[in-house]
């Protein structure tokens, strides 16, 4: 039976082997991983590491666009009820200060 890895295990394997504190071979050996499947999580992680980036700003941005619409709701929603409330005061005929 094949062993899977969750994303955080890969994660932390590859860690240890940025760190590069210990050899491919005693990571591998500590792990029962063959040291090829290492070194293609490594690259992999390499490769893809610019998008770690990439991603936050995305989302950074998605989530400024979202409350510059609420915003923009909001104020829509404060203008409408403003001039309800004023009409109510005019044809009422009670006095407000």
Request: a neutral charge; aromatic letters at 8%.
């Amino acid at each position: 039976m094949k062993k899977q890895y969750t994303t955080e295990q890969k994660t932390q394997i590859v860690m240890e082997m940025l760190k590069e504190e210990k050899t491919i071979t005693q990571i591998s050996s500590e792990h029962g991983i063959h040291s090829s499947q290492l070194y293609k999580w490594k690259t992999l992680a390499v490769e893809k590491f610019h998008t770690l980036f990439e991603n936050d700003n995305k989302t950074e941005k998605a989530h400024q666009v979202e409350q510059e619409r609420k915003l923009n709701e909001l104020n829509s929603e404060i203008g409408r009820l403003s001039t309800q409330l004023a009409w109510l005061k005019n044809n009422s005929g009670i006095d407000y200060v």
